[in-house]
């Protein structure tokens, strides 16, 4: 236990509070005896990390195992991380108040480039060297995973080891490896030989590490029940996973890529766990949640069960993720409540030919259609996600974003005569090329070719369209670290000592400070960034055996190139390399 | 029907905010499967009733919150239902069922016993000054408070307190008063610390260690 009476006097001097004391419903109770000790640490604030779904499978999975106490720990807001540096208190965990570096383990999840250096927060706040080599026998084994270490080495100096792909597959085996001698140096090396794992002070510069990922949805571990926050998270509400990976192979998409094959849960299992965590939660709204939810086979069957089951309990059922298409407008309709009069959809690009680039596979008719029903069935606010700087993308391009948003604009009239004024906005990111996709070998457009992007959008949309965008300059050092390798642990060291931290706020990101850290290490943001690998180059990921195979790639960047498209999982198998390895996909579900 | 739910907020319980209480105790009701009667309207809520919001750090033995039920059932089942589903720190002391004739909560509380907790130099020095400053009607003892519309206003706590006692105990000062609860001049223990760590010289470099609610009487 910490030191309590301490840790009371500085919670007065910080907002909300309830963030720093644990204590929560269903938080696990922790095991007596000489158990291992894992933090399992975000690197960003408790609501972001809370609402993170990855982060309740391992904390429950964990605690679930005889010989292991899991506690959480997130990075504390800047009022409470001056208030520990000022009573020289060490970041503690929510559990027991246990200071991170008596831990035996710490487990960072990295699910964004730009968190890496609140990363070193966290690691300074609990006075653990930042650099695997400064860190002794007795420190903590630091761990990494999340869908950042699919490039691992922009990172393989700091952590001790990287998890490659989905952890739940391997973490107890390796708490049941540590156990057996519990001494660091003898584990690491035991461990490199375990699959999944990546050990930079074992494994060299030509190692192959393959990815893991559960075989079999429906047997694999899901929490009956979630903590349920005092303080309202970004996403405050029950979620079941309906399916891993996403059958429509976007271009750009590494998630697409990465956590291929599709799996998918049968119905019974979701309506199961969506009961018992409605049940131990008392949420009033469940999600289901994966990367493209109307996809998922059973999709139709399980929104109309929960919701025959729930609506008289008053508790609602969410669609995350729409496509622009019918089938998903059916069901939106089908769960409007009086609250949700607002959609959200992603044609990515403003031009037929960009979208068959990039492979999203919707037509502008698909697109218009579906918005006039939207708009005839009352939706008034209308969410539109873009991107610029794909490749092969021409200023024509880039208008018909404009047109298309004109376009939009313009047939609310008709088709809600008598609606109320339309509200339209769309969000436009910046492209950023990212390993282990098809256009992982293009280089990423410079900031002022972004900004001068931006700004044809700006002088091109009417006004009474709301326009947000993307930070160039932010989303180029994502750029250099997405395709980086190890030089830029340094940099990450350097620019944290410039007092970088929560990059991906923007309030908080300094570009400047960025420019210096690369530059202090004799770098440029633009060399990692705006680099061109060719197609048979090696590629600093390639220590990394996703399980889609080069060849694959190379065939959709060519066919990019001649803006053809490739149909989906579900309807033809386009060999990219998962079924030679674990035999055919399968995809058929049960209800 | 409506239950009077009897509850105490204490430990990790003291740094959730009155707006996250609510929301804890719907979660509750949710888990304890209890039949919740809701509001009509657009955005349907379950019907029910806080006594005054307690600050933030402020721990209290006797709260309370109404809460309207489909169906009758005996108390003792809702108790039983609620009490194993509460969170750390918000702990059920009883269920009760309401008349039909009872005041709503907002009118049913006159006083607050409170407790407070200070560390100071001199704690039994500091006890016979505030006891005797106290009791002096001559001397000042108001402060400024935020009102609702955001305004500063000047209030004499004096005429909002009773039962004053200031003491020392285990090397610290202890100050126990009762504070007005009534709706229309309802004293905020912060309010009343304020005012004597502004008017009581040996209060002035006081540090507060504890403010706890005791009972609310009618």
């Known amino acids: ?591 | 029907m409506r239950y009077r739910i009897n509850y105490r907020k204490i430990a990790s319980a003291i740094y959730i905010s009155h707006l996250d209480i609510q929301r804890a105790f719907q979660r509750a009701f949710h888990r304890a499967k209890l039949p919740l009667e809701y509001t009509m309207g657009y955005n349907p809520h379950e019907k029910m009733s806080y006594s005054p919001p307690l600050p933030l750090f402020v721990s209290s033995d006797d709260e309370y919150l109404d809460l309207d039920l489909a169906g009758d059932e005996p108390a003792k089942e809702i108790y039983d239902r609620l009490s194993p589903q509460m969170p750390k720190g918000l702990i059920l002391n009883g269920v009760t069922k309401l008349l039909p004739t009872e005041k709503p909560l907002s009118k049913t509380f006159k006083w607050a016993d409170y407790e407070f907790t200070l560390e100071v130099d001199d704690p039994a020095g500091a006890a016979l000054e505030t006891k005797g400053y106290y009791e002096d009607p001559e001397k000042p003892l108001a402060t400024t408070k935020r009102t609702k519309t955001n305004k500063e206003a000047l209030v004499d706590i004096r005429p909002l307190t009773c039962e004053f006692d200031a003491r020392e105990s285990d090397g610290r000062l202890i100050i126990s008063s009762f504070l007005n609860m009534s709706n229309e001049s309802l004293l905020n223990p912060l309010t009343f610390l304020k005012a004597l760590q502004e008017n009581i010289p040996a209060l002035k470099e006081s540090e507060t260690v504890k403010i706890h609610k005791i009972k609310a009487y009618r």
Request: with cysteine; net charge negative.
């Open chain 1, 1 to 591: 236990m910490g030191d309590t009476y301490r840790i009371k006097d500085i919670l007065k001097n910080v907002m909300k509070p309830s963030r720093y004391t644990g204590g929560e419903f269903n938080e696990e109770t922790m095991k007596e005896g000489d158990v291992i000790n894992y933090a399992l640490a975000f690197p960003d604030t408790y609501e972001v990390g809370m609402s993170h779904l990855g982060m309740k499978i391992l904390y429950h999975l964990l605690n679930g195992m005889p010989n292991v106490n899991c506690e959480r720990a997130f990075a504390p807001q800047d009022d409470m991380a001056e208030e520990l540096r000022k009573h020289n208190m060490p970041l503690f965990s929510l559990e027991t108040y246990k200071s991170l570096k008596d831990f035996d383990f710490i487990g960072f999840s990295l699910q964004y480039e730009m968190c890496m250096t609140t990363v070193l927060h966290m690691l300074s706040l609990s006075n653990i060297p930042f650099y695997r080599e400064d860190r002794g026998i007795d420190d903590p084994i630091l761990m990494a995973g999340g869908s950042v270490t699919v490039n691992p080495l922009p990172y393989n100096k700091i952590f001790d080891m990287f998890i490659i792909g989905e952890a739940e597959e391997v973490l107890p085996e390796l708490m049941d490896l540590y156990d057996s001698n519990r001494n660091k140096e003898a584990f690491l090396k035991t461990a490199a030989q375990v699959e999944g794992v990546y050990i930079p002070s074992v494994h060299g510069e030509e190692a192959r590490v393959r990815r893991l990922y559960v075989k079999d949805m429906d047997k694999a571990f899901f929490p009956d029940k979630f903590i349920v926050p005092f303080t309202e998270a970004i996403f405050d509400r029950a979620a079941v996973e309906v399916m891993r990976g996403c059958p429509r192979g976007c271009r750009f998409c590494q998630a697409g890529m990465i956590y291929r094959p599709v799996r998918q849960k049968n119905v019974s299992t979701l309506y199961d766990q969506a009961e018992k965590l409605i049940a131990s939660t008392g949420y009033n709204e469940i999600s289901l949640s994966s990367l493209s939810t109307t996809d998922y086979m059973g999709c139709e069957k399980l929104v109309n069960d929960l919701y025959d089951r729930f609506a008289s309990e008053k508790t609602t059922v969410n669609l995350p993720s729409l496509r622009i298409d019918a089938f998903s407008m059916k069901l939106a309709k089908k769960l409007q409540t009086t609250r949700t009069i607002a959609l959200t959809f992603a044609p990515e690009a403003g031009s037929q030919r960009m979208r068959d680039v990039i492979n999203k596979n919707i037509t502008e008719d698909e697109i218009m259609a579906t918005l006039s029903e939207a708009f005839a069935s009352g939706y008034n606010k209308i969410k539109l996600y873009f991107m610029i700087g794909l490749p092969y993308e021409t200023d024509e391009d880039v208008l018909d974003i404009s047109r298309l948003l004109k376009k939009i604009y313009y047939s609310y009239k008709t088709a809600a005569p008598n609606g109320k004024p339309l509200a339209l906005s769309a969000s436009v990111a910046c492209f950023v090329p990212k390993p282990h996709t098809p256009f992982e070998f293009f280089p990423q457009d410079s900031a002022e070719e972004f900004k001068r992007k931006i700004r044809l959008l700006l002088d091109s949309v009417p006004k009474k369209i709301k326009l947000s965008y993307h930070e160039p300059d932010l989303s180029i050092i994502e750029g250099a670290f997405a395709r980086g390798d190890e030089r830029l642990n340094d940099v990450i060291v350097s620019a944290y000592n410039k007092g970088c931290i929560f990059d991906s706020w923007t309030d908080h990101f300094d570009a400047g400070k960025w420019g210096e850290a690369f530059a202090d290490c004799g770098l440029s943001v633009s060399e990692f960034a705006e680099r061109r690998f060719g197609y048979d180059e090696r590629l600093p990921w390639d220590i990394i055996d996703i399980g889609v195979s080069r060849a694959f790639l190379v065939k959709e960047a060519e066919k990019a190139g001649r803006a053809e498209t490739t149909p989906n999982c579900f309807e033809k198998c386009s060999a990219c390399g998962i079924s030679e390895k674990d035999g055919k996909c399968r995809f058929e579900i049960q209800d």
